[in-house]
C-alpha cells in the first residue's frame, strides 16, 4: 500500500479509537483531592459506571493535624478555578477530615463557596456520610478512623451535631500518607474493635484509607451496614448525576437505597 494511503488508514483508525472511550463523552465529575491522596481515584474509577470521567485537582496536605487540614482547606479557592476549567457536571471535595473538622457551618461556607466559583453542584464527603447514614435510617453508629486522636474527636462531635449517636470509635492515630499504606488486615481489625452491639453502621473514615476495596466483607464481618467515605463520596455522586452503581462490591449503601 503506498505511503499516504497508509498514513490515510492510520488516521481513520485513530480517529475510530479516539471515539470509544465513553468517559471521553460521558459526564464529567471534578475531583478536588488532599495531595497525598492516592486511593479516591482509583476507587471511583473501579466502582462507577464506565462513562463517568473523572479529573482531578489538588490542595496540598502534609499530615492530618487540625493546622495543616485548615490551611489545606484556605487552598480551595485555586483549586475550584482550576478544576471549574474542566467544565465538570458535578465537583467533589474528596476529603473527610478537611469538611467535618470545623463543624456544621463551616461545612456550609464552603459548600457554598465552591459552588460559587465552579458554578456547578457540589459533593463533599461528610455531608455523603450525613445522607447515606439518613437514607440507610441508621440513628446510632461507630466511627473507625485512622486519624489523631484530636481529628477522630472532632468527626464524633461533628455526627453527634447532626443528631447521631456516636456509640464507640476507634483510631489508629496515623497522620498523612501513612494512612494509605494501612493494611487491609488493619483496617478489618479497626472495624471489629470499633464496632458495638448499639451501633446500626460503622463509618470508616477518611478518603485515603482503603476500605471502600473491602467493604462487602467488611460487612459480613460485623453483620451491619459499613459506609466508607469514598463508597458514601462516589454514592452522592451518582445520585447527583442519576446514574446507577452496577458494580456488586460496592456494599449495602448502594444494595439498599438505588431502585
Known amino acids: 500500500m503506498p505511503l499516504l494511503e497508509l498514513q490515510k488508514e492510520g488516521l481513520k483508525n485513530a480517529t475510530m479509537t479516539m471515539t470509544t472511550d465513553p468517559r471521553m463523552t460521558g459526564p464529567r465529575v471534578g475531583l478536588i483531592l488532599p495531595s497525598l491522596n492516592t486511593t479516591t481515584e482509583p476507587d471511583f474509577i473501579r466502582q462507577a459506571p464506565s462513562d463517568v470521567g473523572f479529573f482531578a485537582t489538588r490542595v496540598f496536605m502534609q499530615v492530618s493535624t487540625p493546622d495543616d487540614l485548615r490551611a489545606m482547606n484556605a487552598q480551595l479557592d485555586n483549586a475550584c478555578k482550576l478544576i471549574a476549567s474542566t467544565t465538570p457536571d458535578v465537583v467533589v471535595y474528596a476529603c473527610t477530615s478537611g469538611t467535618f473538622l470545623d463543624g456544621n457551618s463551616a461545612l456550609a461556607e464552603m459548600t457554598s463557596k465552591i459552588e460559587a466559583l465552579t458554578s456547578c453542584p457540589v459533593v463533599t ?54 494512612i494509605r499504606k494501612i493494611s487491609a488486615a488493619e483496617i478489618e481489625r479497626l472495624v471489629i474493635d470499633a464496632d458495638s452491639s448499639d451501633a446500626d453502621a460503622i463509618v470508616v473514615s477518611c478518603t485515603d484509607l482503603r476500605a471502600f476495596e473491602l467493604v462487602t466483607h467488611l460487612e459480613k464481618v460485623v453483620g451491619k451496614p459499613v459506609l466508607t467515605s469514598n463508597q458514601a463520596t462516589l454514592w452522592a455522586v451518582l445520585k447527583q448525576l442519576k446514574r446507577p452503581c452496577t458494580s456488586n462490591s460496592a456494599g449495602s449503601l448502594f444494595e439498599l437505597t438505588q431502585g
Open 125 to 178: 464527603t461528610s455531608a455523603a456520610l450525613l445522607d447515606a447514614l439518613a437514607a440507610l435510617s441508621v440513628s446510632r453508629l461507630a466511627i473507625a478512623a485512622p486519624y489523631p486522636e484530636d481529628v477522630t474527636a472532632a468527626e464524633s462531635s461533628f455526627f453527634e451535631s447532626n443528631g447521631y449517636e456516636v456509640v464507640s470509635s476507634r483510631a489508629l492515630l496515623r497522620s498523612g500518607n501513612e
